[in-house]
């Protein structure tokens, strides 16, 4: 018995050029709160940490900076910054097979991106309507400082995209 079911979404890792600016950022602005403290992770075999991440990183480093975050419903978010990492922005390139951008929710759309921006962030396209005269639902592509793109809905994917699911 092979059967599929939903799999809910657990958390997404952003690599960032200055981790005490990003817990900042997304704190202050998101709202999303630390529960785990920046903190160094060596290269080492000698601890369960240090080996996944030799797995996942391979041998080319020697250390790196890390902080958990989390959302208001529970997702997690991962920031790393490695010190021999480029540090200018992504080039933003949504056509190459890759992660493209993640997307948050809130009413107050007009509101966040304008903290978005007050905080060095950008705003890259006008807030667009879904559905103009049938849905009340607005997006937003916006980037943190750091050039992380990320997109803001104003209600969830579900009522966004559901066939009669809003009705005045």
């Known amino acids: ?25 997304y704190e202050e602005v998101m709202g999303w709160y630390v529960i785990m403290a920046p903190s160094k992770i060596q290269k080492e075999k000698e601890t369960a940490i240090g080996q996944m991440c030799i797995d996942v990183f391979g041998e080319d480093w020697e250390e790196f900076e890390i902080a958990h975050m989390s959302t208001s419903d529970g997702i997690g978010i991962e920031l790393f910054s490695f010190p021999h990492g480029a540090k200018e922005k992504p080039e933003f390139n949504p056509f190459n097979t890759g992660l493209f951008h993640f997307c948050v929710q809130d009413p107050d759309i007009e509101g966040l991106t304008k903290k978005i921006v007050a905080k060095g962030g950008k705003q890259r396209m006008p807030i667009r309507e ?39």
């Open 1 to 25: 018995m092979n059967k599929s079911y939903p799999r809910s979404f657990s958390h997404i890792g952003i690599t960032v050029p200055d981790l005490k600016k990003a817990v900042e950022f």
């Open 130 to 168: 879904y559905y103009p005269d049938e849905k009340p639902f607005k997006m937003v592509y916006v980037e943190d400082p750091f050039g992380v793109v990320f997109e803001i809905y104003s209600h969830s994917y579900e009522l966004t995209y559901s066939s009669g699911a809003y009705q005045d």
